[in-house]
Structures are given as structure tokens and as C-alpha cells.
């Protein structure tokens, strides 16, 4: 199995989401919001020679208490390889956690395979703000459980229930979820 960093995000905000986009049924092509972030992610920062930055990166990994190897990958849209530093642009700053994952899920592929970077920074030109991530052991153990999380949900055969949140509201799922709810 590959784990990807998406699927770290939808973990952290709705396992349902990530246990529909893990096994085929995937509905965000069709999502306005979707594009309009990948918009954003592409044109928000155009002094930044960022084609030449983007960092494909796959490495090898066991899981604590899993006897087979899966595949890390990391798709990394800006990577400032003189400061060792991972960039990762959002649109909106709903999803704080979901995207700190994400970074710090970058991050540790990136040790895995052997570059020696810790730090991260999120960029939210919209709202003119950015955050900062760091590795550390505390951040890496994290990594660990979610990546443990990400292999049990997805191989599990029941999708989980929805989460009837306002994270519902904009997601791609929303009709497959909730088509025939009152309100
Ligand atoms: S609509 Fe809500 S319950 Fe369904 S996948 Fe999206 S966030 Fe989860």
C-alpha cells in the first residue's frame, strides 16, 4: 500500500473522507473549491521559480507492529532546498491541523529517505498568515500513529459513519453523504 499526504489530511478531517477517497470513490474533480485551492497553491507566490522545486519523493517504511514494508509518498509542491525548508500553500486556514499534518507528514518522508530537514512553513496568502511546523520527536510519534491510523481505516471493509459537521459543508462528498437528509 502507498500512504500519500492526502491521506494523512482527510484522516485528521474525516476518516469517512478518507475511507471513500482511499477506496476509488472519488468525487474531487468535481469540487469548484478544490481547483480554485490548486489555483492559488499555483499563483500565489510567482516570483518563486517553484516548477523548479517540486520534490517527488517515495521511500520504503515499516510500521510499528506491521510485518510488510508500505511506500511513503510525498509530492511537494515547493521545496527550498538552500534553507531546507517545506512550503505548503492553503487557501483557507479551516483545516489548520489537517494541513500541520501534512507538512509534518512531508517532512518525515523526507528524513526517511535521508535529507536532513525538520522545518515547514504553511502559507495562507489569502488570510496574509503562515505557520510554522517542525518535526521533532514529539511531531515525529505522530506521524507514526496516523500513518498506523491511514493503514487500518483504509484497510478496514466498513466505511465510517459521517460526521454530520460544518467540515461537511464544503466537502466533495457532501451529496454522497448526506443526499436525502432533511436540512
Ligand atoms: S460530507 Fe462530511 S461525513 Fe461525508 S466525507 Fe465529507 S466531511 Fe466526511
Not at 482511499?22 to 516548477?51: C, P, T
Not at 520534490?55 to 509530492?75: H, M, Q
Request: hydrophobic share 35%; net charge negative; glycine share 4%.
Amino acid at each position: 500500500m502507498n500512504v500519500i499526504a492526502t491521506h494523512i489530511n482527510y484522516l485528521l478531517i474525516c476518516k469517512r473522507k478518507l475511507w471513500l477517497f482511499a477506496n476509488g470513490i472519488n468525487m474531487e474533480h468535481n469540487s469548484d473549491l478544490v481547483a480554485q485551492g490548486k489555483w492559488i497553491g499555483e499563483n500565489s507566490y510567482d516570483q518563486r521559480a517553484n516548477k523548479n522545486e517540486e520534490l517527488e519523493v517515495s521511500v520504503a517504511y515499516k510500521p510499528e507492529g506491521f510485518r510488510e514494508e508500505i511506500s511513503l509518498n510525498a509530492k511537494i509542491d515547493f521545496f527550498d532546498a538552500k534553507k531546507g525548508v517545506v512550503h505548503e500553500t492553503k487557501k483557507s486556514d479551516a483545516f489548520e491541523e489537517a494541513h500541520r499534518a501534512q507538512v509534518l507528514f512531508y517532512l518525515f518522508v523526507l528524513q526517511k529517505s535521508g535529507v536532513n530537514v525538520s522545518k515547514g512553513i504553511i502559507e495562507y496568502p489569502k488570510q496574509r498568515e503562515t505557520v510554522n511546523v517542525e518535526l521533532n520527536d514529539e511531531a515525529e510519534k505522530e506521524v507514526k500513529k496516523w500513518i498506523i491510523e491511514v493503514l487500518e481505516i483504509v484497510e478496514s471493509e466498513t466505511c465510517p459513519p459521517s460526521i454530520k459537521k460544518s467540515k461537511c459543508r464544503n466537502c466533495s462528498y457532501f451529496d454522497f453523504c448526506w443526499s436525502g437528509e432533511e436540512g
